[in-house]
């Protein structure tokens, strides 16, 4: 019985726990409640991908109106496999938050805190699991309101500034995604999905269908921090509370490319976006000028969150390329990358967290020796950046691999030099970080510190030998890339 | 133990005995004999393997499918056989060594260094083994990193600096030309496994030949070909020991290993043969002999001379290797030997005389071969072997090789040989002269505040290194005068090589 | 091209340029909202016209409201209506989360100019 409303519980548990964390009125509560429910919607996320897996694509009416006229819950593979991604890194990033948030947030406004970080779950997997257009745009303005909170939660006043400045592009991202829902809806009278698939061939000679395309990628842009719509970006993920860096840099862009995706190909059509728009050529450029701007900058940051949020702009270049080849390998990058990316981003912010924790300051001169001091926390930090420069037996090589192969299938040699030599970069900046910390002797008065408490360094670990493990075996992720790939480019959800 | 089981624990072991390395390593002496064990294991594990590769059996084994298509193997060839033979005997003396020098000189963070000279070895048996590109590529990469440590080892702006050189050409290189060839390849020839004759042929067109050529040979910077050789000067800043081994055993001969090996399993000397490209290589290779023999003649550090050295012999092989005539290729196989005989003993005599007399400079060294007789003279039979003179192994390699060059009547290979065999002598013999014939300038005074507890002087003070260090260098000495007396089971390797591969 | 006829659209597109200026050229978080506020409803103006319905020999507009009755056969289309409702919700949310931001901004930085701002953290 229950493993029927699945769908719906994934969305709903998270969003009825949020109210009640406010009622808690006390942060350890809250936190707790808030933990249990991260992993209640991890394990329904795995047992959605399992059903997926073995039974094909789910459909689930919400409230039981039939598809077109009520909100239908549609899930794929590619959707299930989302769930997984943003629901596995709440989970993991939960434990962290109760020491982190406690040195970070006045007692009196953690429960708020966690109350926002339980919307923004909600919101994220809503927008991965719904099958309708307008409930994709309520669901992101949920994820987008509860981040905003939770960036302006930051310690640092600039990130009342920084939040301010997410909040206004962000809802300017929303409102194209609305615009182009609305021309959509003009034109074809429905918001679902699988409808809208069915309908769009015969009208993609209308101009408000190009338009309506033209506003929700550009939205989607936006919301994904696309170059050079990144602008929100960097000191979002600066000065935002350290949990709430790692969570958003691991979900919050992943479902805005998930978003990217869906649209393009579920509910456009690859031949519509790449044949009759050029959406190839657009995402080549604009995702290989990410590539090399934001590894580039990132390489001058002194403030280590600072350079790893610069390095998400680059790695979202990564995944916008993989989308612009339009081929199942090119896919298969981008959707692989997806879930790299969310688990090396993942690991690297948290250990952060760890290292903020303890010695409250990311930045560069402050790491001195700081591989002697907190052992476990750099090992973990120099096991996810190798995974993001690429090493093989990492993830990172994966993703890479599958994007070369694309590049040289589509017979774009230069594309396969940049990819490689922007990983390059992702080196130096990495080893700038490994040298303070492993061969720079700590100045006299720096703090004594110690390693970061277990709660915060076992998911943190967890997620590292994640990056290890499935870059060994890519069975799971490369075996669900492959076919939500393939399933993408054949059209239809 | 069947010999697939040998395959997996080879690469495990030195990995178990860096575990054990971390564990104790409050106790120095049980860390150490941790270290010398793990290396007595490795070597009897690899060596046991040879009995079946010199009947002309192919161990093999497969332990991971990383993308569909794209195994993690292993097969041990011939040349993989000597490389792995020759890099884990000399781990054994180079351990040996290590706890004389180590101690001698008081280094910090010696179990780290020990930890990852481990992984260094691990890395180095999985290239050795690797079954195919991917696997050799993912070794090659681990290599890469677990050297960096060894090399920034002192933690100074020197080291580190050089440490960045060493990481930022060496995975420059390899993830910009070597991985993109890797990725070509299998796009082209649709597998990347290591098979007699090539997998590229019929498949790539002779432009594409030429361009992955290119790809590899530049790709794969531990051979230090020119321009892509400054980072092994650049790991001179490292401990000794890790410039013996690593900068002249180990991570240079994987590079012109794997090099060696693209040649003969992924073109195939047929292919090359019959494409006009590999000319360029025999230029490229023969111009990086010249020159770093011209810049060795200007040093006067001394392990600076031995790096750049080592840049031109490591040329030597890619050389014979370009000259695509069979017994150029014996010679390229038995210099990889040769040459880590030579060099290390010749890195163990620098180490040698830094531990006892902290000397480093070439021009330090007037007579320092009266207080050091054993360290100075494996140090003249080292540089014989460099030359190319007999009584030494490296004469047995150049002369394949030039018998090799006038088999294909390759005119400009004989003469690079012979002119830098002049140049080699030119900066080789002048040390070794002076070492032993100068008068020495500044006798030793006072002991140095640096000589700690291991300096337990042979022939007392002044006197030549700890006991360890001159143990270990008399017996790669020795080697290097038994392999040009009887170089029976590196020819019959090589021969085997030679013979698949036609 | 019919441009009276599209009336509300220009009204739309012109709201949401304008709304869109303000955000982009006024320092003044403040203003910034308002000029967010204003392009968000140009928005909602999209939505409802295109709600209307109306048939080519009416005399205006034949689509009226969707009442049930007697002699009314085309409607318009009420579903617009009631996204644009929840739009509406998010934007005065959106709205309302603004405002606190800028209270603290207010708090932290004694100032809501974007300029100023910058000077009082040194960049």
């Known amino acids: 019985m229950i493993s029927l409303h699945l769908p719906a519980l994934q969305v709903v548990v998270p969003l009825i726990s949020a109210p009640l964390c406010v009622l808690l009125r006390r942060g350890f509560g809250a936190w707790l409640l808030a933990t249990v429910i991260a992993w209640t919607a991890f394990a329904i996320s795995l047992a959605l991908l399992a059903q997926v897996l073995s039974d094909g694509a789910l459909s689930y009416k919400m409230g039981g109106w039939a598809a077109p006229w009520g909100i239908e819950y549609r899930i794929d593979r590619l959707n299930a496999f989302m769930l997984v991604i943003v629901a596995g890194i709440g989970a993991l990033v939960m434990p962290c938050a109760y020491h982190s948030v406690a040195r970070e947030i006045a007692p009196e406004r953690q429960h708020l805190f966690y109350a926002a970080f339980m919307l923004a779950l909600t919101g994220l997997l809503g927008i991965v699991i719904t099958g309708d257009v307008f409930n994709l745009y309520v669901f992101l303005e949920i994820t987008s309101l509860a981040s905003y909170t939770l960036v302006a939660l930051g310690a640092d006043r600039r990130a009342l500034r920084a939040s301010f400045q997410y909040l206004v592009l962000g809802t300017i991202g929303a409102t194209f995604i609305l615009i182009g829902i609305g021309l959509l809806y003009m034109v074809t009278g429905t918001l679902n999905m699988a409808d809208l698939a069915a309908r769009i061939p015969a009208l993609q000679e209308l101009r408000p269908v190009r338009a309506a395309f033209a506003f929700i990628v550009v939205g989607a842009g936006l919301k994904l921090a696309l170059f050079p719509l990144h602008l929100w970006l960097p000191n979002a993920y600066t000065y935002a509370p350290s949990v709430v860096s790692a969570f958003l840099a691991a979900t919050a862009t992943k479902v805005g490319v998930y978003v990217l995706m869906r649209f393009i190909f579920t509910v456009f059509g690859a031949r519509f976006a790449f044949e009759m728009m050029p959406l190839g050529e657009i995402l080549m450029v604009l995702g290989l000028l990410a590539v090399m701007v934001g590894s580039l900058v990132a390489v001058f940051q002194t403030n280590v969150k600072r350079m790893l949020a610069y390095s998400s702009i680059a790695q979202i270049g990564y995944m916008a390329l993989g989308i612009s080849f339009a081929s199942v390998n090119g896919l298969v990058a981008g959707i692989v990358h997806l879930f790299n990316h969310a688990a090396m981003k993942g690991a690297l912010f948290l250990a952060l967290a760890c290292v903020f924790y303890r010695l409250g300051s990311v930045e560069l001169d402050a790491m001195r020796g700081l591989g002697r001091r907190m052992p476990l926390t750099m090992a973990t930090f120099v096991a996810a950046g190798m995974s993001l420069v690429g090493v093989p037996l990492t993830v990172g090589f994966i993703s890479k691999w599958y994007l070369v192969v694309a590049a040289i299938e589509s017979g774009l040699w230069p594309v396969a030099v940049i990819v490689l030599v922007a990983s390059l970069l992702a080196l130096v900046y990495i080893w700038r970080v490994v040298e303070v910390a492993y061969f720079r002797e700590p100045d006299g008065d720096a703090p004594e510190v110690t390693e970061a408490p277990a709660a915060m360094l076992v998911p943190t670990m967890a997620l590292a030998a994640a990056c290890i493990y499935f870059g060994i075996d890519t069975e799971l992720t490369v075996g669900v890339a492959t076919e939500a790939a393939l399933s993408l480019l054949e059209g239809g959800p | ?502 | 091209m019919d441009v009276i006829g599209h009336y509300n659209y220009w009204v739309s597109i012109v709201l949401m340029m304008a709304g869109f200026y303000m955000v982009i050229a006024s320092a003044n978080l403040v203003k910034k909202l308002v000029g967010l506020n204003v392009f968000q409803t140009a928005v909602f103006l999209l939505y409802i016209t295109m709600s209307k319905v109306s048939v080519p020999d009416c005399a205006i507009d034949c689509g009226t409201a969707p009442i049930f009755k007697e002699g009314f056969t085309v409607y318009s289309n009420p579903l617009p209506s009631v996204l644009i409702l929840t739009a509406i919700v998010v934007s005065v949310s959106t709205t309302a989360v603004a405002l606190a931001i800028i209270v603290r901004i207010k708090e932290a930085y004694g100032s809501v100019e974007e300029d100023e701002m910058l000077r009082r953290d040194g960049e």
């Open chain 2, 1 to 502: 133990m069947s010999a697939a089981t040998v395959l997996l624990l080879a690469p495990l072991t030195p990995l178990a005995g860096a575990v054990l390395m971390w564990l104790s390593r409050r106790r120095p002496n049980v860390r150490e004999a941790v270290t010398l064990a793990t290396a007595v294991v490795l070597f009897g594990l690899v060596a046991s393997l040879y009995p079946e590769v010199a009947a002309g059996g192919r161990p093999k084994t497969e332990f991971g499918e990383l993308l569909p298509g794209l195994v993690l193997a292993f097969e041990v060839e011939p040349l993989g056989m000597l490389f792995a033979l020759v890099s884990s005997f000399l781990w054994i003396v180079t351990s040996l060594y290590s706890i004389g020098y180590m101690r001698g000189n008081n280094e910090a963070h010696q179990t780290r260094f020990y930890i990852y000279f481990a992984l260094a070895l691990a890395a180095t048996v999985g290239i050795a083994f690797a079954a195919n590109l991917l696997t050799l590529f993912v070794f090659y990469e681990a290599l890469t990193i677990a050297t960096y440590p060894l090399v920034a080892h002192h933690g100074t702006e020197e080291a580190r600096a050089g440490g960045r050189t060493y990481l930022g050409i060496l995975l420059g290189t390899s993830i910009g030309f070597f991985l993109l060839a890797v990725i070509v390849t299998w796009n082209v020839a649709g597998t990347l496994e290591f098979s007699p004759g090539g997998i590229l042929a019929g498949k790539a067109p002779p432009w594409l030949v030429g361009v992955l050529l290119a790809l590899y040979v530049f790709g794969i910077g531990k051979a230090a070909v020119m321009p892509f050789h400054r980072w092994l000067p650049a790991a001179m800043v490292a401990p000794v020991p890790v410039s013996a081994l690593l900068h002249a055993v180990a991570v240079v001969k994987a590079g012109v290993f794997s090099v060696v090996k693209v040649v003969v399993y992924v073109f195939g000397l047929d292919l090359l043969a019959a494409s006009p490209s590999p000319e360029w290589l025999v230029y490229v290779a023969g111009f990086t002999v010249i020159a770093a023999s011209l810049i060795a003649l200007r040093q006067n550090n001394l392990k600076l001379l031995l790096a750049y050295s080592t840049v031109s012999q490591l040329s030597y092989v890619i050389l014979a290797a370009g000259l695509l005539s069979p017994l150029a290729l014996v010679g390229a196989v038995l210099h990889i030997g040769a040459h880590a005989l030579g060099k290390i003993t010749l890195f163990f005599a620098a180490g040698s005389i830094y531990t006892a007399a902290h000397k480093t400079e070439v021009s330090q060294l007037d007579g320092i071969g009266r207080r050091m007789p054993w360290t100075m003279g494996a140090f003249a039979i080292g540089a014989l072997s460099m030359i190319g003179l007999p009584p030494t192994a490296g004469f047995v390699s150049k002369w394949y090789m030039l018998l090799g060059a006038l088999q294909v009547g390759n005119m400009v290979a004989v003469a690079i040989i012979i002119v830098s065999t002049l140049l080699n002598a030119a900066y080789f013999l002048p040390i070794v002269y002076a070492a032993f014939f100068k008068p020495e300038a500044n006798p030793p005074a006072e002991p140095g505040p640096a000589h700690g507890r291991g300096r337990v002087a042979l022939h007392g003070e002044g006197g030549d290194a700890p006991p360890p260090i001159v143990i270990a260098l008399t017996v790669t000495a020795t080697l290097t005068v038994l392999l040009f007396l009887f170089p029976g089971a590196a020819l019959e390797l090589a021969g085997q090589l030679v013979e698949k591969t036609r």
